[in-house]
């Protein structure tokens, strides 16, 4: 659904003629949309949950560190190959939500298009690719 609604969005908001600006969602609208993601993402994190999590917590620590370093090298990548800023380099790459991060991206000024990019390729590649050899791999 936010992959959709950021589409349709970007297609809306394109300067088809000269004299078209970009629509700004103004501050109030961003933070109730930024608390009713919250809410929603909150009202899922349960004790259970919490507790399930704790059994396995030394794969996802040793998951999340591998995610660390490659993040670092792709954020590497994207400094020095394609000059794009810090700010937008860590955002492209951080892990999470589509409309978390590029509502981070706003606040902090980021490139937002090339954070949401990042963020379309690397689901799709997940999507396309990886899934489909996992499953081969695994069937």
């Known amino acids: 659904m936010l992959i959709g609604s950021v589409l349709g969005s970007a297609l809306v908001n394109q300067p088809w003629t000269r004299r078209m600006r970009p629509a700004r969602l103004p501050l109030a609208a961003r933070q109730i ?42 954020i590497t990548i994207l400094m020095s190959r394609y000059r794009v800023d810090p700010v937008t380099a860590v955002l492209a790459v951080t892990p999470g939500g589509l409309a978390e991060v590029s ?14 990019s990042v963020h379309a390729v690397r689901l799709f590649s997940l999507v396309l690719v990886v899934l489909p050899i996992l499953l081969l791999v695994l069937s």
Do not use: E
């Not at 929603?40 to 996802?60: E, M, N, R």
């Not at 509502?103 to 090339?114: N, S």
């Open 103 to 116: 509502a981070i991206a706003l606040d902090k000024g980021a490139d937002v298009g090339i954070v949401l």
């Open 33 to 74: 949309g930024l608390t009713t993601v919250g809410l929603a993402s909150g009202v899922l994190l349960t004790l259970d949950s919490i507790i399930s999590t704790a059994a396995i917590a030394v794969p996802v620590v040793l998951a999340y560190l591998a995610l660390t370093a490659l993040n670092l090298v792709f």
